[in-house]
């Protein structure tokens, strides 16, 4: 018999209508180190044993392997439809008038779906790179963030509910600075918030801000991202994994550093969503959400031992003018011109 987790095992998070929704989800972003056939049937793997969200984007390369995959596991009779929460997101470059409704169609047709559950505006500008390209590379039309800009993007994600294209629409790579700028102008308030959170980064303000907005926090890099592209690694970066507060709750559990990434994750009210290809991988992965918590103390101990360590710091997104990569971020607490 196939090994399969127990459903209603697995914790739940609640969105603004009411409807929950997995603690935990598995990430596809990889294809440029794994290739989009390994990740799709990662995709696979991890639906048979017991994955219900799957996390996915245009960018990613590899909605259309996943959508085979899909396919497969509904003619299969492994999963329906209506059990799967699907999320994608609309790339840099499809915000222009009619662009983001087209991106989506595009993804729904990879994908093979009639609705996406979750659809995110990826980042908060029109600003592009080409795939894989290095951390030096600038896009001379990369442009500072314009609430008229994007609200251009998300005034056609709220038409793309109203098609019943997608159920749930959300944000991603957000400040609150841009966030009190655009939610007074939402006819739709985004559902999630995609945003970096790991135990070096835990973004405490904007988590909070986010909660107190009924917006579901949705956290990638979830462990750190150790497979991250190079260019977005600096030697200041600190490893999730080495924090003292980590260490020492893998060897109380006796569970691998990672394990206890994702417990503090779960713990802490986001959805983590951690990309692995590797079966006993992802298998941990969800089952570390189940089984065995962190005590209050080893969750209070990684809550001290945030760093503040942003890893994807998105510096491929600048534009002519900007100072450091810490612009896109509004550290001064005002949206960075």
Known sequence: MEKRIDQSLIPKRTLPG???????GLGTFGSDKYGA??????VYGAIKYGYRLIDCAAVYQNEAQIGQVLGRLFEEG?????E??????????????????????????????????LYFVHWPFPNYHAPGCDGDSRNPD????????????????ERLVELGLVRY??????????LEAVLPLCRIKPAALEMELHPSFQQPELFDYAVSHDILPIGYCPIGSPSRPERDRTAEDVADTQLPSVEAAAK?????????????AVQRGQIPIPFSV???????NLECAVFDPLTDEEMEAIRRDDKNCRLVKGQVFLWEGAGGWEDLWDVDGTITK
């Not at 009411?18 to 935990?24: A, S, T, V, Y």
Request: charged share 25%; hydrophobic share 40%; with cysteine.
């Open 37 to 42: 056939d390994v990740v799709s049937e990662a």
């Open 252 to 264: 109380a559990h006796q569970v691998h550093p990672a394990v206890i990434c994702l417990k503090w």
């Open 84 to 117: 799967l929460f699907i999320t994608s997101k609309v790339w840099n470059d499809r915000h222009g008038e009619g662009e983001v409704i087209a991106s989506c169609k595009k993804s729904l047709a990879d994908l093979g779906l009639e609705q996406i559950d």
């Open 78 to 82: 492994a999963v329906e439809r209506q």
């Open 142 to 157: 990369s442009r500072p963030f314009s609430v008229e800009e994007f609200m251009g993007a998300w005034r056609q994600c």
């Open 278 to 284: 590797k079966e006993p991988q992802y298998i941990s």
């Open 18 to 24: 009411g409807e929950q929704i997995p603690c935990m």
């Open 169 to 178: 629409i959300g944000m991603s790579n957000m400040t609150i600075p841009k």
